[in-house]
């Protein structure tokens, strides 16, 4: 068997391929978001693949116009078996409001071509996904005095040092580990 080459079109084949480009994903790889305690109401929480799938990306989608959320890889940059892919993500959603919101995915792939996501676990940050998935008032007060460090939600800027660090060179020897960088709300291991 010849071995697998990472290319910046593999990865953007994988983009295309809609939701079915999640089968490069090894189905019990562990997704983080945003932190490592279960909230259905905020959708953090601990995942496999199917349990993403189904608790995380189902309830986004059904409150979308035609369940439909566009994905476009806005950059890829690929590093040996690792890519780092920067996505923007554009829907419209039922209450007629714009749905955009940017993500950042760490692919590390296995020498058979499949995908072992590499994640941060960022707290409370603000992003576009905050107000546009709340309603009017939801977003009054949200997170204040929730973060001990420094009492406010996270700026997108504050993660991108540990996105570089994991994609980069430097993360090279890391591996089941999560990156913590919440402001002190959760203080231990993964």
Excluded: C
Aim: net charge neutral; charged share 20%; glycine share 14%.
């Amino acid at each position: 068997m010849a071995k697998f080459t990472l290319t910046k079109k593999y990865v953007e084949d994988i983009f295309a391929g809609g939701p079915a480009g999640f089968s490069i994903i090894d189905p019990d790889v562990k997704w983080i978001v945003a932190s490592e305690t279960k909230d259905p109401g905020r959708l953090t929480g601990i995942y496999n693949l199917s349990s993403w799938l189904q608790e995380v990306r189902a309830p986004l989608v059904s409150r979308l116009k035609d369940g439909k959320l566009e994905i476009t890889p806005t950059s890829i940059d690929v590093v040996g078996n690792k890519a780092i892919v920067e996505i923007a993500g554009t829907a419209t959603q039922l209450n007629g409001k714009p749905y955009n919101n940017r993500y950042a995915w760490f692919l590390i792939f296995s020498e058979e071509g499949k995908s072992k996501l590499k994640f941060q676990a960022p707290g409370l940050f603000y992003t576009p996904l905050q107000p546009s998935s709340r309603e009017d008032n939801g977003m009054e007060g949200w997170g204040l005095g929730a973060v001990p460090l420094h009492g406010r939600v996270g700026q997108p800027a504050e993660i991108g040092e540990a996105y570089v660090l994991l994609a980069g060179p430097g993360g090279n020897y890391i591996t089941g580990t999560v990156i913590h960088v919440n402001g002190g709300v959760h203080i231990g291991g993964a």
